[in-house]
């Protein structure tokens, strides 16, 4: 168990509708990050926020968007789905902003499945 | 920006050992970092290289060419648990710390 929660587990929804993932990083932790990952393309960061700020942006579809709140949870929205929008969401974190060699620890994921 | 190698699958006999190769090349290089993931679970931190040579941590070791962009990570006394994929990542570029992850090579451990 990294100490990162992530809720839901799983969720079902269909395409057009928008969804929100939610993240609790390890308790100290200030950067919390988002990656996606699917069968082929394989684990793609997609936003990071640092002590409620963005940091970097990766390969993140305009239709999601991500904040970060003053307790440090993130929510990851994702609007306008699309049957590829299907994958596992993960979330990250990490002590500070990603120095050298900051280790970052993942949550369990959510499994989400637009039909 | 970075392209990352791995090969995609090996299968290996429970109490062997393997090693499995990433290949990366990256604008700036500020180490480089393997997971293990097993299927539907989080990756899990395994090992960070900055330097070159080994890096022995109990049954897992990895290495760390930085002049051949070439690292590898190798398992000894394979178990079945050890069935997983392992990811190899390394920061984005020059001055980023975000990791772009390779597709992973997923190893199966077979009795």
């Known amino acids: 168990d990294s100490g990162v929660t992530q809720t839901p587990k799983h969720l079902i929804t269909a395409t057009g509708q928008r969804v929100t993932l939610r993240c609790s990083p390890r308790?100290?932790?200030?950067?919390v990050y988002w990656y996606q990952q699917s069968l082929d393309q394989g684990l793609q960061f997609l936003i990071q926020y640092y002590n409620g700020e963005e940091r970097a942006k990766g390969n993140i579809l305009e239709r999601f968007s991500a904040q970060q709140f003053p307790d440090l949870h993130s929510e990851l929205n994702l609007s306008s789905l699309e049957l590829g929008d299907s994958a596992l969401y993960f979330c990250?974190?990490?002590?500070?902003?990603?120095?050298?060699?900051?280790?970052?620890?993942f949550g369990p994921g959510t499994r989400l499945l637009v039909l | 920006g970075q392209n990352i190698d791995q090969p995609t699958e090996m299968t290996a006999t429970e109490g062997a050992i393997v090693q499995i190769n990433c290949t990366y090349q990256?604008?700036?290089?500020?180490?480089l970092f393997w997971y293990q993931q097993h299927a539907g679970e989080a990756p899990t931190f395994l090992s960070y290289?900055?330097?070159?040579g080994l890096e022995e941590k109990g049954r897992f070791s990895s290495f760390l060419s930085r002049s051949k962009g070439y690292s590898y990570l190798l398992l000894k006394e394979l178990q079945m648990k050890d069935s997983a994929s392992y990811l190899c990542a390394v920061p984005a570029g020059a001055g980023s710390y975000q990791l772009t992850f390779g597709k992973g090579t997923k190893l199966s451990v077979i009795p």
């Open positions: 308790s100290g932790d200030l950067s």
């Open positions: 290289n900055v330097l070159d």
């Open positions: 990256t604008s700036g290089f500020n180490g």
């Open positions: 990250a974190s990490s002590v500070t902003s990603g120095g050298p060699g900051e280790t970052q620890y």
